[in-house]
């Protein structure tokens, strides 16, 4: 039976534990200021910028996750040589992520995303695409030839997929032969473009609108939720599939088990931006210190009611993740 005893004894043991994290790295900007009047040239505020902050997004942001709750992690995936990839960099660097995975190359563009914040609240984001579907094939060599050398060191290796073009259906092959030989935990966030690619996971975690087109399956009840749930399972070969459900909280599917539901536990939600980073991060640290796929949902599902009260691309620490177990 698990215990909060239990769960925090597992949330220690996060500490030092290594993480390798494979996807697609982005540069998040804040712009934070104050509002006070309409500008008179169109009918939009105006901005008086107070400070500014660079952040690691994207898988970046699950790097970030990681060694706030105690990890230590390794990014890979692709940057460019611009501005924004330097400030990438040295924001990773500065959460205490490594960059021994990250390959960056002038043939690229950094993807980054501005977010201008007042009194709380979102105003405008800007972004800038560094699509990398078009990256030269001696570059995506390069990154699959890192993984191959290096991803079996780690216990839990961890993929951020959010579509940009690093995460290729050669890179999603080569990590289930990895897997399947050496039997690291292995976490995924998938996206639609690789959704017939992903294979032999530990944990896939897909959101409500992912699952439903994953599974081509409406879900509209729990009935449906299952029947997507079971598809998922036998369509991505995985021993589990972990269902954000937003407010509904998340539900655990398993080969051969019932559907277990976890309600959310959030009390206040100010911002869901980075909310599945901080359930994959805290996932994969849970498998890979043995922990099972309910303990680590359990885990995840406390750390996004910590995450979701703060404002902008957060991460919640493990003593706030321990506090937040003793709520319960």
Known sequence: MTTTARLRRLVRRFAGTRVLVIGDLMLDQFVWGDVSRISPEAPVPIVRVRRQEMRPGGAGNVVSNVVALGGRADACGLVGRDPAGRALAAA??????????????????TTSKTRVIAHQQ?????????????????????LRTWIERHARRFPVVVVSDYGKGVVTPEVLAELARLRARHRFAYVIDPKRPNFPHY????????????????AGVDIEDRQSLAEAGRRLLEQWQADSI?????DAGMTLFKPGARAQHFPTVAHEVFDVTGAGDTVLATCALALAVGGSFEEAAILANHAAGVVVGKV?????????????????
């Open 242 to 246: 972990l269902i954000s459900r937003g």
């Open 92 to 109: 990773l660097e500065a959460a205490g992520g490594g960059l021994a995975g990250v390959v960056a190359s002038t043939a690229i563009s």
């Open 312 to 328: 902008g691309t957060a991460t919640v620490t493990a003593r706030e993740l321990a506090r937040a177990l003793g709520e319960r």
């Open 199 to 214: 294979r032999g996971a530990s944990l896939v975690k897909p959101n409500l609108s992912e699952a439903s087109g994953a």
């Open 122 to 142: 979102q105003v405008v984001r800007f972004d800038h695409d560094g699509d990398h579907a078009a990256t030269p094939p001696a570059l995506a060599r390069r």
